[in-house]
């Protein structure tokens, strides 16, 4: 059949053919719920609009309200001035006339009587007071020690031990004043400790000589250190315990002893400040490392000994020790410990040790006790292979782990002397 001709329309499909229309009762009852929600909630939000105000209403006065209450306030004043309501007695009014009739003198006892009531007595305030009083009492009674310039200038001569006492008292500290205005900071503590040792109080050796020597006969102090704090021999220094961060240019191998190359990785600046470029980042470092390993040793120790700073010039180092990132001397990276070679040597010198046996036991055999040149040379044959196994293995035992440091290994070196420049770091400028 043709599906374009008029008779394949939905419209003339016969019945019993299985095509429907859509029903569109569903859809219809649909918006009918959705109409009867939409009415419904703009009922309840008008429902709540009213209520809110109504009752915005009544929290609102009105002006009829307001002019009932202005009108319960004036009454019926007039005038611009409302006047309190007068409610005292006249009785009470009149008690409150001052009395201006002179009055006599014994009228007036009475009533001050009347009036003024002893107060009432506090025992602890009262016990206080009376400590105050007695102990300002003694205070007053008591000698001072001190005496004033009019006492003296009066005829009683003081006493000449306190006189001197007091005198010593201010030379001392005007001599520790003047030392704590000096530039020294520990002035006033040497000037404290020369005057105790010449008064024979201070503990230990006398002061020394102006040769620096000892007094004769005195014995050296052995608790003091004769070392004094050493100030940077110039701004551009850098101080032992400093570390400078490299990378390692070329491998390591302890087979062989062998030179070694780094480059510092970071800038180094001065101990002090922090502030002048001393080795600027790219520097070479040259050293050497030390290929005596034993065995279960797993880091290498390594030297450095120069420095070339970009621009061609150069630094002796002496041999400053190189360690890892985290502090630790050496360097640290692969060990092989040759297991493969000495279990192989084992396994060989087993085979070759279980042949020898056999052949003896081969040579053994035979009925006849004649010794022929056959057993002869299977004897000694078998006497030399088990020396040299023996020997062998005992060398393969012996064979120390070899330790390589792979290329790009970061690594600091530890400075172990102050190393003082002349000025910071410029190129070329020599």
């Known amino acids: 059949m043709n599906t374009m001709s008029p008779n394949c329309s939905p419209s003339a499909l016969p019945k019993g053919t299985g095509l429907r229309t859509v029903n569109k009762l569903p859809i219809y009852l649909m918006g009918l719920v959705l109409l009867a929600f939409m009415l419904i909630m703009m009922l309840t939000m008008k429902d709540r609009a009213d209520a809110q105000n109504r009752k915005e209403q009544e929290e609102t006065p009105t002006a009829a309200s307001a002019t009932q209450f202005a009108q319960e306030v ?23 006339k001052p009395d201006f009739r002179p009055r006599s003198e014994d009228s007036n006892k009475p009533a001050a009587a009347a009036t003024a009531a002893p107060p009432p007595i506090d025992e602890e305030l009262l016990r206080i007071r009376q400590a105050k009083a007695q102990m300002f009492a003694e205070a007053v009674k008591s000698r001072t020690t001190v005496r004033g310039a009019a006492a003296r200038s009066s005829g009683s001569p003081a006493p000449t031990t306190a006189a001197n006492n007091m005198q010593e008292r201010l030379e001392e500290v005007r001599r520790m004043m003047a030392a704590n205005q000096s530039n020294d900071p520990t002035a006033a503590y040497k000037a404290r400790l020369e005057q105790l040792r010449a008064a024979g109080l201070a503990g230990g050796a006398p002061a020394p000589a102006a040769g620096g020597q000892q007094a004769s006969g005195a014995p050296a102090d052995r608790w003091e250190l004769d070392l004094q704090v050493q100030t940077p021999r110039s701004p551009f220094e850098l101080r032992a315990g400093s570390v400078i961060p490299a990378t390692l240019i070329s491998g390591i191998n302890s087979d062989l002893p062998g030179q070694i190359v780094g480059q510092v990785s970071q800038d180094v600046y001065d101990t002090a400040t922090g502030h002048h470029l001393l080795i600027p980042q790219g520097s070479r470092l040259v050293g050497t490392y030390n290929s005596g390993v034993a065995y279960g040793q797993e880091r290498v120790l390594v030297a450095w000994t120069r420095i070339v700073f970009p621009d061609g010039k150069a630094l002796d180092l002496g041999s400053m020790p190189g360690a890892d990132s985290a502090g630790y001397g050496g360097f640290e990276d692969q060990v092989d410990n040759h297991y493969l070679r000495l279990f192989g040597s084992a396994l ?6 279980a042949g020898i046996t056999y052949s003896q036991r081969q040579s053994d055999s035979g009925d006849s006790d004649r010794t022929d040149a056959s057993s002869v040379l299977s004897e000694a044959l078998g006497q030399q292979l088990g020396q040299a196994t023996a020997q062998l293995l005992s060398k393969n035992l012996s064979i120390a782990p070899t330790l390589q440091i792979r290329p790009g290994y970061r690594f600091n070196v530890v400075v ?3 190393l003082t420049f002349s000025k910071p770091y410029q190129s070329f400028d020599y």
């Open 74 to 96: 004036v009454g019926t004043r007039t005038g611009g001035l409302i006047t309190p309501p007068d409610n005292t007695p006249k009785e009470d009014a009149a008690a409150k």
């Open 348 to 353: 060989l010198m087993s085979a070759v040790t």
């Open 416 to 418: 172990t002397k102050d």
